[in-house]
């Protein structure tokens, strides 16, 4: 078969060769085809063994869900075996299949199509929502026929390379390393929690490759190369010996800059800065020391909730942040409060669907909005502060109000910790995000009240350039280079030094080697990234000078696109060896 080349948006470095499993949430919009007059009986039967195969899988799903959600939604999962074993449902398909020729799959499609839209069209709502039931059935049924059912992510123990329309970071956080050794989506922007979550993970990857994923079969050979972005498909002998050395080189180059794992990140005219990573349990603190983590910037402690099939109480979050404190001895470790909504969700915090989620109810409008849950989270953060340097830090402030209200929060959840006798360190800074441009822009006026900054460009990029950071037709236009970027990061460096206050940056652009110049000259005082970008980054530092530096800035700032600056970037990182 020939050899294939796509192209998408590589979000997560390194090169992989390996057999490729399917991971389909869904089968629809796929097309079926015809089998010959012979095939029919077998067809049938195909038919007949997949509906056992899906009455036994839903009568499993019936008995854990009468236990963890009780008889009454478990009845929603009976409803949709009263549909398997509709006495029209199934017999319908046969029709087809013996009628028509149709596939036992073609078959099955056209028919769960079909009840579907009879329900879409009935006047009543609730009968309308059915049709979410039969397509849920349908889909079991095909995922049953096909073969691509049952895959469990994290239950995957052979190496592969998943292949995936989307993956939700629910999905991604599943992925074992050890066996997963890329992956590719067909969506998802560079930003998207999918593709951070496959940098944390040290995960090759390549998400928004479009049209052409659907074309590729279990089983056949892909080259994944996730710092180009390119795929290759079914590739040539000559082929597979190139990525092979190609490969071989990003090994190389990795022991080289093994080195720098225990150095500090100092400019060679002595400028340093602090640089800390970006994590979300304690087995990513102890690798993030590994590779040379100063601090912890940003604990994402959404992936603990995420990792739970209910809110973790007090006690379960308090033993993961003691935990990671403990991994970090005297180390600074930044806790975010819950960041959820977006494209994280929670299936058991149940949050009505909206038209914008990144604009909508997420982060800490949530949190203010459920203050018990807040409280818990906030006193578990306190209670570990008596076990090191820990800092609390809220994401997604878009006013004063709110920060003054969150605020006024953490120092209520202080006194009930101090009525009760429980240690926290009273001292413990609070800080935000800055992720939302009316923040860069009043900076001058958070700086006075608030313990430090940490910029999250990930956001940031996509509430000032309105640029949605999960679309890859938009991509193009996420650029942390945009000049109006580089000027609200300036206007808060600036307003937090005028102040005192200490500045970081969390977002992605802090750990790309070819931003670093710039972000020294403006005066960042701690970079914090993926694990995995920490020594290259470290690297980045050892080989310039702040003087040089801060004339690029000047350059800089006089230039007018994204793509000016960053041609310039590039020849400035090519110059000094980076
Ligand atoms: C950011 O927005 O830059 C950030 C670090 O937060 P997250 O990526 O989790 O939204
Ligand atoms: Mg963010």
Not at 187 to 194: L, M, R
Not at 447 to 467: C, P, R, W
Not at 537 to 552: A, D
Request: hydrophobic share 40%.
């Amino acid at each position: 078969m020939a050899e294939i080349r796509l192209s998408g948006i590589g979000v997560s470095e390194g090169i992989r060769i390996g057999k490729v499993i399917r991971y389909d949430h869904s089968f629809h919009n796929q097309q079926f085809g015809n089998v010959s007059v012979e095939d029919v009986a077998r067809e049938i039967k195909r038919l007949a063994d997949a509906k056992a195969i899906c009455v036994q899988e839903i009568n499993q799903l019936i008995e854990q869900a009468q236990q963890t959600v009780g008889a009454e939604k478990a009845g929603v999962i009976q409803a949709q075996k009263s549909f398997l074993l509709d006495p029209s449902f199934c017999p319908e398909m046969e029709k087809l299949i013996s009628k028509k020729m149709f596939s036992a799959e073609k078959a099955a499609d056209q028919i769960v199509k079909k009840v579907m839209s009879i329900f879409e069209n009935m006047p009543n709502e609730y009968m309308r929502e059915r049709a979410a039931d039969v397509r849920d059935v349908g889909n079991r049924l095909l995922a049953a026929l096909t073969g691509a059912k049952g895959i469990n992510l994290g239950d995957i123990r052979e190496a592969v390379i998943l292949i995936a329309e989307d993956l939700a970071p629910t999905d991604t956080v599943q992925l074992n390393k050890k066996y997963i050794h890329a992956f590719v989506t067909q969506k998802g922007g560079k930003t998207s929690h999918t593709a951070i979550f496959s940098k944390t993970l040290g995960i090759p990857a390549v998400i928004g490759i479009g049209v052409g994923l659907d074309q590729i079969q279990d089983g056949e050979t892909i080259i994944v190369d996730g710092t180009s972005g390119i795929c290759i498909v079914n590739p040539e002998e000559d082929t597979i010996r190139i990525y092979s050395e190609k490969m071989a080189k990003e090994v190389n180059d990795e022991s080289a800059l093994e080195a720098y794992a225990s150095k500090e990140a100092v400019t060679k005219d002595g400028y340093r800065v602090e640089i800390g990573a970006n994590i979300g349990t304690a087995t990513d603190a102890l690798y993030a020391v590994e590779q040379g983590a100063e601090g912890i910037g940003l604990l994402r402690t959404e992936l603990i909730y995420m990792s739970e099939d209910s809110l973790p109480d007090e006690a379960r979050q308090f033993k993961v942040y003691r935990d990671i404190v403990e991994v970090m001895g005297d180390k600074p470790v930044i806790i975010r409060t819950l960041d959820i909504g977006g494209d994280k969700e929670l299936s058991y915090l149940k949050i009505p669907k909206e038209m914008n989620p990144f604009l909508g109810y997420r982060a800490i409008r949530l949190c203010l909005d459920q203050k018990p849950l807040f409280v818990t989270q906030l006193r578990a953060i306190l209670r570990a502060s008596a076990y090191g340097k820990v800092k609390v830090m809220f994401p997604m402030i878009s006013c004063l109000e709110e920060w003054r209200i969150a605020k006024g929060i953490v120092e209520e959840v202080k006194e009930q910790l101090r009525a009760e006798g429980n240690s926290f360190d009273e001292g413990i800074e609070v800080g935000i995000m800055v992720e939302v441009p009316s923040v860069a822009i009043l900076a001058k006026q958070f700086a006075i009240e608030v313990d430090f900054f940490s910029i999250g460009t990930n956001d940031l990029v996509q509430y000032t350039l309105a640029v949605d950071r999960m679309n890859e037709k938009i991509d193009y236009l996420y650029d942390h280079f945009n000049p109006a970027i580089i000027s609200l990061l300036q206007n808060v460096v600036t307003a937090a030094h005028a102040e005192g206050k200490f500045v970081g940056m969390c977002g992605g652009m802090a750990g790309d080697p070819k931003a670093v110049p710039l972000l020294l000259a403006l005066g960042l005082d701690e970079l914090s990234m993926s694990a995995t970008a920490i020594r290259k980054v470290k690297h980045t530092i050892n080989q310039i000078e702040l003087e040089k530096c801060r004339r690029l800035l000047e350059d800089v700032l006089q230039m007018n696109t994204a793509q000016d600056i960053r041609l310039k970037m590039e020849s400035f990182c090519s110059e000094n060896g980076i």
